[in-house]
């Protein structure tokens, strides 16, 4: 069985299964381009990567000049301005060894100051239009981990795709938007399968996302025999059993109050904290590797974490009653010793 989709109005049909680019930048490029190759081999046609994944693009264009197998291509960047996402989207494509991206992403929208800026006269948006019409994208995309945003984009349609986090354990996506998005015609990809590596069981992570037949899922991998180990699991039935049901069960109760689902209800914070990214910074650098540790936009968040004065402000706005400052010291104490 290989199911494929149709990503919404973009028409790019591909494997249900795709390739999340994150994980290749933290080991070296040899056993990189191998695993990109070896999941092409396999069948898997719609790779995603982003400007921010360091290495990920330039290794996935050295593996795509080594077969002739047609392959979707997605890439993001951060920049919010029309300049520079089309400066970002010039260095993708020498990085990616190509001449054309089939989709480019508005990377990690946060919040509505940010997509604001976005589609204003001179955002990003403008910048990926141009490209459009330039031939050098074929469509355009956001992605972001606010569903109260999702909800906003999918409603103004003024993208291709959406990207929003979802497994069993940030399950909401299939609530509220996911749906909408389908029903008018936008291509949905679902990241963190497995909750950015915090779920250890990707038998049970994968089966719950690929049981919604119209979304594409982009889980990350960094060796083949990973490759192999999804690519077993999407051939075989998505359907869980009874066990099935109560370990998911287990594992979301395990984590209820631990586990940040991204919606950033909490903030602002009075000390300029984004709680979700520090919350998130262990599994995180685990999957992407520790040199993420040196970037400036996590070292900024690492220093305003520091600054926590654990003034339960978060707390009484988080729905899910989530011991914030306490986890924020617990990630912060992690990362201090990987420093």
């Known amino acids: 069985m290989m199911r494929r989709i149709t990503l919404g109005r973009t028409g790019i049909e591909a494997c249900q299964l795709g390739f999340g680019g994150i994980p290749i930048q933290k080991v070296d490029e040899k ?5 990109v190759l070896h999941a092409v081999e396999k069948g898997i046609d719609f790779i995603d990567t982003s400007r921010l994944y360091t290495t990920s693009e330039s290794r996935i264009g050295k593996a795509l000049q080594q077969t002739d197998k047609k392959v979707i291509l997605a890439s993001k960047s951060f920049q919010k301005t029309s300049d520079g996402i089309r400066k970002d989207i010039d260095i993708s494509l020498k990085e990616l060894q190509k001449e054309f991206i089939d989709l480019y992403q508005c990377h990690f929208v946060m919040n509505e100051m940010d997509y604001e800026g976005i589609i ?12 459009k019409e330039e031939g050098l994208i074929g469509h355009i995309g956001i992605t972001s981990h606010s569903l109260d945003l999702l909800e906003r984009v999918i409603e103004e349609g003024k993208f291709d795709t959406i990207m929003a986090c979802y497994s069993f354990l940030e399950p909401a996506a299939i609530e509220r938007v996911i749906p909408k998005a389908i029903q008018k015609n936008i291509g949905v990809i ?3 399968s497995l909750s950015g590596g915090v ?6 992570a994968l089966k719950y996302v690929l049981a919604q ?14 490759v192999d180990e999804n690519w077993q699991i999407f051939q075989e039935s ?42 998130g910074m262990k599994p995180m650098v685990l999957k992407e590797g520790f040199h993420t540790l040196k970037s ?17 402000e978060c707390m009484e706005k988080c729905p899910y009653d989530l011991p914030i ?14 420093l």
């Not at 056993?31 to 695993?35: F, R």
Request: with cysteine; hydrophobic share 40%; charged share 30%.
């Open 120 to 131: 204003s006269s001179k955002g990003a948006l403008d910048g990926m239009l141009k490209a």
């Open 190 to 192: 679902a990241m963190k």
């Open 213 to 226: 037949p119209d979304i594409m899922i982009i889980p990350g991998v960094e060796h083949k025999d990973l």
């Open 296 to 312: 400036p936009l996590i070292l900024d968040v690492i220093d305003k974490a520091r600054n926590c004065t654990d003034c339960g």
């Open 238 to 279: 998505h359907a869980l059993s009874t066990d099935e049901k109560e370990e998911i069960r287990a594992i979301q109760k395990q984590f209820d109050k631990t586990f940040c689902r991204r919606c950033d209800y909490c903030l602002p914070c009075s000390e300029g904290i984004l709680v979700q990214v520090m919350l």
């Open 325 to 338: 400052p306490d986890l924020i010291k617990e990630s912060l104490a992690w990362v201090e010793k990987h």
């Open 31 to 35: 056993q990189a381009v191998e695993t």
């Open 199 to 204: 779920i250890q069981n990707p038998t049970l």
